[in-house]
């Protein structure tokens, strides 16, 4: 299979076999042709060059609907639907039961719809709109959505990304239950505990081609790393260059409340990177929008330097040296049908124009440095962010925020790695020390608890939009923020500080 776009040799030559009860890892590096060749699988694009077969019959895909009628299924990363329309018109979607007049037979929907949502053990009224969903309960009705198709090939891309352990567990137990119906099932994940407590078979490509293919049982992550990066890079988090000269306190949040959280205090000084973790829907993200400006404050109060803040949007928190990357990339991070260029240069735009015209030279040097900084995936500046792998896109989005012209002082990263391969998450970890070490304060959020213990120097636990408690690094465990994590308040004393 090859597949060519101006600039970019996305898919060369590759080649490989995926087998019914099998589970398939499909590995690389962002950029290295996963998605295109999904895409290929799903009827989105067509291939330059090469065959598909399934069940040894010629595929030849003219729309992804051709695709789901031969049976296969591809649940993206990012999610395909229609948020106006209910939890169960978008499972049902293509294929509405309908009643002896021909209209569509609401009642059996919301049946079918409810043994399905039963069966994921999810609490989800059928009936609301998808876009009124948490990330995570998206997610899962994308997941729902090719279940209830019966597809005989299933491809998961990145399916784990937005959900909590509890779900997680369900999605694991339905892969599974898909390898013993005889499924094909394709799982592509950057989560190395994941791919090894699922796969039987591992294929990886770089910058296109295929790398090698492996038997899961027969390799280690070690091995599987070093093919997907081309190097050893050792421990990650050992091999972390950190501050470690903390200065006075930059931020202080007290006792602020929200309509999603409560009573939350705690500080940073400058140079410190705290943690924020916690189960889906703990409060994580809600908390942080309120501190950038975007979501209402009913009491409590916010210094900055000493000084009480108020922002009235995030216009006024970025003045005030405050960045955010923020958990939904597509939706609230980028410009999708704008360049890379103009992604990164947007919140300098008054700071690299001459009178009422702006730049260009300037903005496109702020652009390149971002590319080659964190070594986005791009035959060049002007490419679309829309046209970007998911981990290049989120590339672009820490380009903006550290470019030359921003007076960053406060970093609030929320799930920066999603998405993102095991070299480059190496990359962008050493970056966060570099912020520190400048006296940047960082606010870091993660649902990858190994993650959060080995960046933060101090990590906050949520639950139920209030702070469980709080642990150093030194001191953290998997085991103990998990507990946290699902402790209820009265249960800690308190909000542990």
């Known amino acids: ?111 079918e719809t409810m043994a399905l949502i039963n069966k994921f053990e999810l609490s989800i009224d059928p009936s609301v709109p998808v876009g009124s969903l948490s990330v995570a309960h998206q997610q899962m009705v994308e997941i729902m959505k090719a279940y209830r198709r019966g597809s005989a090939v299933i491809a998961f891309d990145e399916p784990t990304a937005s959900l909590a352990e509890e779900e997680i567990t369900v999605l694991f137990k339905l892969i599974e239950a898909l390898k013993k119906e005889g ?68 931020l202080e949040i007290k006792n602020l409340v929200t309509h999603d959280v409560h009573n939350i205090d705690f500080s940073l000084k400058r140079g410190e990177i705290i943690g924020f973790a916690g189960l889906i829907g703990a409060g994580r993200t809600e908390l942080v929008r309120a501190i950038f400006g975007a979501n209402e404050i009913t009491s409590g109060e916010i210094i900055f330097e000493g000084q009480k803040i108020d922002f009235k949007s995030p216009f006024d928190a970025i003045k005030a040296g405050f960045a955010l990357c923020p958990e939904d990339r597509k939706e609230e991070g980028l410009v999708l049908y704008r360049s890379i260029t103009d992604n990164v240069s947007i919140p300098v735009l008054s700071k690299i124009r001459k009178a009422l015209i702006l730049d260009r030279k300037a903005e496109a040097k702020l652009a390149s440095t971002a590319v080659e900084k964190y070594a986005v995936k791009t035959p060049g500046i002007d490419k679309l962010v829309v046209e970007l792998s998911g981990g290049n896109q989120q590339k672009v989005i820490l380009g903006r925020w550290t470019n030359e012209l921003m007076n960053t002082k406060l ?49 906050y636990v949520m639950r139920n939009g209030r702070i469980t408690g709080c642990v150093d690094r030194s001191d953290a465990t998997e085991e103990g923020i998990l507990s946290l994590a699902m402790a209820d308040k009265d249960e800690t004393g308190g909000d542990a500080q």
Do not use: W
């Not at 699922?198 to 910058?207: Q, W």
């Not at 190496?426 to 608890?449: H, M, N, P, R, W």
């Open 1 to 111: 299979m090859s597949k060519s776009f101006p600039g970019v040799k996305a898919l060369d030559n590759v080649s490989f076999r995926a087998d019914g009860g099998r589970v398939l890892a499909l590995m690389g590096e962002n950029g290295a042709g996963k998605s295109t060749l999904l895409k290929i699988l799903a009827g989105d694009y067509f291939a330059d060059e090469g065959e598909f077969l399934l069940n040894g019959i010629l595929q030849n895909f003219t729309s992804p609907y051709s695709a789901i009628m031969a049976g296969i299924s591809v649940v993206y990363q990012e999610r395909q639907m229609i948020p106006a329309l209910s939890v169960m018109e978008n499972i049902f979607a293509g294929a509405l039961p309908k009643n002896k007049l021909g209209l569509i037979d609401k009642p059996r929907l919301k049946k």
């Open 183 to 250: 499924k094909i099932v394709i799982y592509v994940s950057h989560r190395m505990p994941e791919i090894f407590e699922l796969s039987d078979d591992i294929v990886v490509l770089k910058d296109g081609a295929l790398v090698t293919t492996f038997i899961t049982s027969e390799t280690t992550v070690d091995e599987l790393i070093t093919s997907m990066v081309g190097r050893d890079i050792g421990d990650t988090y050992e091999n972390l260059s950190r501050n470690t000269e903390v200065g006075e306190t930059l």
């Open 411 to 459: 970093l609030i990263l929320d799930e920066p790695t999603k998405g993102i391969d095991v070299g480059a998450k190496a990359e962008i970890y050493q970056t966060i020390c570099d912020f520190a070490k400048q006296g940047i304060g960082v606010i870091f959020i993660s649902s990858e608890l190994t993650e959060v213990i080995g960046v933060a120097d101090r990590i």
